[in-house]
């Protein structure tokens, strides 16, 4: 599980750092991609970058501000060329079909796959999606327009055979083993009888991904990201401009520092940076975070960061 930045710069795209978007690398997992927020330029980024629209399963918008959204039409479309078959399923808030199946309608656009869209209006923390391995929860947060975070959540893996056991026992691979591997007990010929749980290891403790839209800092922020292994959230300000980030409904890298660290997060990345913030400037932020809360880096464009398992208290 890796996430790789695409856009990083709030507002309108800069030298340094496109527009927002975030992909997360589920290829171990379940060979796809999920994107959350397409920006103006992404398709550029994709580019530059060794993601595969055709894989991509998922795509989670934030809130419908054009710095999340106006790259929209144009991946889907492309998407067509560039061998994507597979269903495509789009979450976002309330406008946000409207605005695909408009820019669709008005270009005349055709897709050669199945475009799902899910919305969700003004909720409360709530599941959005589910399935064997993962969970995918929102909540609003606090903002000019409606906005929101997802968590995230994988589900724990099933310990792995312990083979070896079973051939210190004269048990070859075959039938047996996969018969224990589904959990089941078996009785050897001479009568013995063999517990699987004698010889499946561990469960393997699941993710947390925690990934917020634009906001102020609010107490879903840390609901969201309680005690994730990584949570990627914006940091449009230096502290010596709160007065803008309280002015326009954004964080400062200190605000996210703070929320990272009242969550009981593993590990923090600051994105959304205003252009004001160039080359070393940038460092400023992560420095004023790091005064905060240990684990912070400081995305770019075309970096990615690798989840790790995290040992959590089992409460």
Known sequence: MEIYFLGTGAGMPS??????????????????????DCGEGTQQQILRSPIRTSKLEKLFITHLHGDHLYGLPGLLTSRSYQGGDDTLTVYG?????????????VSQ?????????????????QLLFEDKQFEVYIAPLV???????????????????????LKELGITSGPLFGKIKQGMDITLENGTILRAKDYIGPDVQGRIVTILGDTQPCQ?????????????????????????????????AV????????????????????????????????????QIFDEVYLARDHWSYEVPRVKRNQN
């Not at 978007?21 to 589920?26: G, Q």
């Not at 656009?109 to 923390?125: C, M, N, R, S, W």
């Open 15 to 36: 030298k340094e750092r496109n527009v927002s978007s975030i992909i997360l690398n589920l290829l171990a997992e379940n060979n796809s991609y999920w994107m959350f």
């Open 93 to 105: 808030p309330e406008g946000t079909e409207l605005f695909i199946r408009t820019a669709l309608a």
């Open 109 to 125: 656009a055709h897709l050669t796959y199945e475009l799902k869209i899910v919305e969700f209006g003004p909720v409360d923390q």
């Open 143 to 165: 903002h000019r327009v409606q906005s929101y975070g997802y968590r995230i959540v994988e589900k724990p893996q099933k310990g792995s055979l312990q083979a070896d056991k």
């Open 220 to 252: 879903y922020s840390l609901e969201l990201a309680r005690d994730a292994d990584v949570l990627v959230h914006e940091a449009t300000f230096a502290e010596s401009k709160k007065h803008l980030a309280v002015a326009y409904d954004h964080s400062t």
């Open 255 to 290: 605000d996210a520092a703070r929320t990272a660290r009242d969550a009981g997060a593993h590990a923090l990345i600051l994105t959304h940076i205003s252009s004001r913030y160039q080359k070393e400037e940038a460092a400023l932020l992560s420095g004023e975070a790091q």
